[in-house]
C-alpha cells in the first residue's frame, strides 16, 4: 500500500530565508510524486511533479524538489521565501489513488 | 490550461435539506473526477471516484446514499449531499485527471472547494 508521511506539522521561516518540507514515502515501485499548496478556504494547486527522469524537478513559484530513491524522499525546497508562500503544503503520491501526506503549515514572519 | 471549476464557493443550508456541488473542467474533457472531504486542519480525504457514464466509486464508509455523485458528461460531475446535518459540514474539493494522451492524465487538477455549513 502507497503511503505518505510529512514529518513536521508546522515550520515558521524569516521572509527572504530559504525553506525544505519534507517528505518520505512508501510505494513498491517507482512514484508519481507531487507537491501541491494550499491557500487558506482554496482548493489545491499543482507546485511540482515527478514522473521519471531528472530527480531534481522545477516548479512554479520559485519551488524545486529533489527525488531520492535511496531515501524513499521526495523533499521541496525554496531558496527565498515570500510572505505570499505562507500556505498548507501537501506532498502526494500516486498509483491508482492520490494519497496525500498530514500536510505541513508554513507561516512567514517579517 | 487543465482548469477546474467549482461551484459554489460556499453554501449555507437548513438541516434536512440537499445541496448540489458542481465540478467542471473547463478547457479539457475529464473521463475521472474524483472528490474528498477535508476536515479543519487535516489534510484530504477521497470520498469517491466518478467516472463518466458509470457508477461512482465510493471509498469504505461513504454513504452511498448520503452522498449522491453523478458525471453525466466529459465535463461535469456533481455531489449531492442529501438530507444534510450539521455533521456532514466541512470543505469539500472536487478534482479531474488531466487530458489522457500525454503525462498530464497522471495529475489531478483542483478545484476552488466549497465551503458546507448546515445549520
Known amino acids: 500500500a502507497q503511503s505518505v508521511t510529512q514529518p513536521d506539522i508546522h515550520i515558521t521561516v524569516s521572509e527572504g530565508a530559504s525553506l525544505e518540507l519534507r517528505c518520505n514515502y512508501s510505494y513498491g515501485a517507482t512514484p508519481y510524486l507531487f507537491w501541491y499548496v494550499q491557500s487558506p478556504g482554496q482548493g489545491l494547486q499543482l507546485l511540482l511533479k515527478y514522473f521519471s527522469g531528472d530527480t531534481l524537478v522545477q516548479g512554479i513559484k520559485g519551488f524545486e524538489a529533489e527525488f531520492k530513491r535511496s531515501q524513499s524522499s521526495f523533499n521541496l525546497r525554496k531558496p527565498s521565501v515570500h510572505w505570499s508562500d505562507a500556505a498548507e503544503y501537501f506532498c502526494?503520491?500516486?498509483?491508482?489513488?492520490?494519497?496525500f501526506g498530514a500536510g505541513t503549515t508554513v507561516t512567514v514572519r517579517a | 490550461g487543465a482548469v477546474v471549476s467549482q461551484h459554489p464557493s460556499w453554501v449555507i443550508c437548513k438541516s434536512g435539506t440537499s445541496v448540489k456541488i458542481e465540478c467542471r473542467s473547463l478547457?479539457?474533457?475529464?473521463?475521472?473526477m474524483f472528490w474528498y472531504r477535508q476536515f479543519p486542519k487535516q489534510s484530504l480525504m477521497l470520498m469517491a471516484t466518478s467516472n463518466e457514464g458509470s457508477k461512482a466509486t465510493y471509498e469504505q464508509g461513504v454513504e452511498k446514499d448520503k452522498f449522491l455523485i453523478n458525471h453525466a458528461s466529459l465535463t461535469l460531475s456533481t455531489l449531492t449531499v442529501t438530507s444534510a446535518h450539521p455533521e456532514d459540514s466541512s470543505f469539500y474539493i472536487c478534482?479531474?485527471?488531466?487530458?489522457?494522451?500525454?503525462?498530464?492524465?497522471?495529475?489531478?487538477?483542483f478545484g476552488a472547494g466549497t465551503r458546507l455549513s448546515v445549520l
Open positions: 502526494a503520491v500516486a498509483a491508482l489513488k492520490l494519497s
Open positions: 478547457d479539457f474533457q475529464a473521463t475521472t
Open positions: 478534482s479531474a485527471r488531466g487530458p489522457t494522451g500525454g503525462v498530464a492524465k497522471n495529475i489531478q487538477y
